[in-house]
């Protein structure tokens, strides 16, 4: 999967499951200066969403990211609705992905911006995710037509027996977790491609916006970077949750606030013992290079996992 020179990512499969149609993607006309928001889920992208929509359009606090930056792969809303949408959108796109990079259709002339967390931090937002997910969420992802596959079934009572099951079964109930970051890391060295941790946007907000803006080739007026640091904090985004939430958060009981959560790390810390998380970063050692480990585990600024390896 390593693309060097000239040669570019293929698709080479599609994904499907209860949330997952990548074959929306072949249907989808790519513009030139599109931004696609990849990640595996829960590290960071609605966050990047806001971002990325408050630098295309100067810190407009109005930007509804909900509405505007659709999960293109997701299978609601269907094909025939969701295509006609973007393609009359005249602003520039940003759309979001939760596939690994074959089976996407990539495009040499689009942005990609990918967000990584360590798995652990991802799997206690997943769990906040679908612990609180309603009746309506379910209906749409196991009652909708086309769904390929097993349907989703509400998870155990407890934290830590997620936890094991999403290791012990390859990223259950949702999809592959180690596979996505490989796919992802191995294209960091095509220009059209950019990293980012959510550690890294935790420790220098400002830092990591200028640094996406700069690959977005987005041209910020000075006057503007005051309301877009300020749109894009985490206290700005719990208050007005109703606007990065898929359909104002109408599928998780508590609505947008439960969607937009903690924005914190490390709260696994308190809940699994030393051996349980020692066991994530040996699977973590496994299944990804260790330069890439190490940035999944905290991101440039820390040591990470292999720094003790």
Known sequence: MRATGNVWPKKTRDIHNHHFDSTVWDDLELRDDDIVIATYGKAGTTWTQQIVGQLVFGGDASVNVGEISPWVDLRVPP??????????????????THLPVDALVFSPKVKYVYVGRDGRDVLWSMWNHHANANAAWYAALNDSPGRIGPPIEQPPASVREYYHDWLDRNGHPFWPFWENVRTWWALRGLPNVLLVHFADLK?????????????????????????????????????????????GGVFWDGGADTFINKGSNGRWRDVLTAAESAKYERLALENLRQDCARWLAEGTLGGGIAAAA
């Open 203 to 247: 420790a220098d907000m400002a830092g990591q916006i200028r640094r996406i803006a700069g690959f977005l080739d987005v041209d910020v007026a000075d006057e503007a970077w005051p309301a877009i640091l300020e749109h894009c904090s985490f206290d700005w985004m719990k208050a007005n949750a109703a606007k990065a939430a898929p359909l």
């Open 79 to 96: 094909r025939e609705v969701k295509l006609p949408a973007l393609a009359a959108q005249t602003h520039r796109r940003f759309l979001k």
